[in-house]
């Protein structure tokens, strides 16, 4: 099946941009209203099975909103959809990408309370990196004022799955304590900037001692990613932590339990240890599935611990909670209106950056979040608040697990 | 292992009363001021293990109260204790029993706010049931005026056990829907009260048919426990329910993650599939959990669902939470007061009627709550809000998996 894979590859290659800036014509904003640009995956596998094309312009359905798009999200989850490696991967060739914001530019039937001209951010089930996107109209919130466009498409996935996992699946209160992983990264920085909304509440950042400097404000206690965190936990709090954050899966899973003090709550919430390398093979999701240690109920009877899974994609798209979510992201903004929460912009790509941008987010180069800038021309800027990391191809940290560094050079497939 | 264990029975058989009622100077009050009554357990195993005997009086140390017993509460628990189907079963011969009500008879140092003569409620790590219990005073609780001994014993563990699973580890709210096993039990009837307080919530309950009658408008929707509840349920909530609380374990923890919502909560907080007969092998704890289907995150996470465990003997015991207990105390006589709730008792039974009260329990033919009533004669007499169910021996409910009649017969070993 693997060889298949790499058939697959050198059979699709042709079809692929191996490298887009040498086709400026790609990257000019299309002037033909008949279509766009946008980000397509090609393949599961490499970032070599990511290009920018022209697409056909889509059009609003009824109860659907027309977004010229501005900026995107990108997600640690975006690079496993490049891999295959998540449940019922979707039918290729795609455009990727679950969030977006920009200016409303239509609308269909059915989308009271949305206007031309809106400023708005979005959630999108796949589509969001191109210049234009169709999506419910129950999936789009209009953007404070103040707020930008990057900042808009930063906050949507991050802050309201930080926001659900502490208060909804969780019940912070005051004076509890938040182990999370990956603090540095969109969700850590979402996570520990709600934790300071409620008063003394412990956070225990994990993140790779790159980003120290520039998230040790945001946390309580920050340990290296490389470190026995569960040693350095146990000895600051011995009886435990409150709430566990994972987005890591894996043995953390295990560790998680086993920190939880009672009545104490661990939320799964990604599995970024299933993507080990640049590619994967289709059956890496599987496998992971049955490398992951089960959960006896028991146990968790006699510790009195909760165990819990989040996934706000497969919430919004598959189990049709979008009214829950619109009311967590009133609150959202009602916070963000009050500048207790801002989102974290790691750096700003344009759609040709794609696969630098993703090399970085798998290098856990970022500190906040990578935003893909449609309106941006390809050359690398680094956001005013990010100055302290290094760019991507720069990076000193070693990607899990493949060790072979031609293949980790970065763009060069 | 069988073997020993029937081996020891035959040894230890010379120690136990096997008809109690033949000891008339047993039942008196004692008159002598070192000594007192209690319900004593020699060994695991069947009801024969259980006698009446005269021990030793306990006086208060530092921190605890001395309560002169008035009732006690009898729980499914009792029975996995005296069959040692529990983790870490304790050394023998012990009091069993684990809350009771009384009057304060004396105050050991450090017990601020107890004064001999108040009217108390208390939870006892074994040892209630006897005339007199000592116990920290972290676990001992006023009595309302208008609460009577017995519904004080019947209300401490069944209600705080039904709060804290509903408000504190699930996070029920207006319009939530609630499925509860045992419906008819002393949690069951605390669960379907508590829901009531809250606008709008759904309950759907599970009971053995002969309860019905008796529980009918305590719930909305009522089940067969012999019938497929899953299908039922389904035809009335598609969506499924969004807390289910198992007290029995086994197939019945993979049936309720199934008819969990999105977000939902199964909670289990007990196991009493595990007690199939009138005795149990010393392996049956092992056993059991070795057959309980394990929980794999992932699934959890891409069904956004929660799992938890919920023991409020090991969070009392084990875990020190009496602080959240005493604050989930106040908030109950509050809703006790205002008339919102209100314990039910099936049946009170005598000291030397626990083994007739332990069968009723194991058969299931209890509604709410099985009462010891310390100062009770051996007579058998039903509780007057509960003359819709049968007596002890009258039961015409098939107990589990014991199939010989002989060995069923009521007190008879």
Redesign the interface.
Known sequence: MAKEGADMTEETQFMIDTNPRKEPEHVESSGDAKEMRAVVLAGFGGLNKLRVTKKAMPEPQDGEVKIRVKACGLNFLDLMVRQGSI?NPPKLPIVPGFECSGIVESVGENTAGFEIGDRVMAFVNYNAWAEVVCTPADFVYKMPEEMSFAEAAAFSLNFVAAYMMLF??A?LREGMSVLVHSAGGGVGQAVAQLCSTVPNVTVFGIASCSKHAAIRDSVTHLFDRNVDYMQEVQKISPEGVDIVLDCL?GEN?AKGLTLL???G?YI????SNMVTGETKSFFSFAK??WQ????????????????????LL??LF????CN?VKSVMDKLLCLFDQKKIKPVVDSLWALEEVKEAMQRIHDRGNVGKLILDVEKSPTPLMASDSTETSEAGEEEEEPEGDNDSKERMPFIH
Not at 294 to 309: D, S, T
Request: aromatic residues 10%.
């Open positions: 449940d909804e699946v019940n899966c899973t003090r009672p009545l709550t799964l919430y990604g599995a992971s599935w992951v240690e089960k959960v006896n109920p028991i146990k968790l009877y006699e510790e009195n611990k909760v165990i819990a899974g989040f996934s497969n919430l598959k189990h049709g909670k829950l």
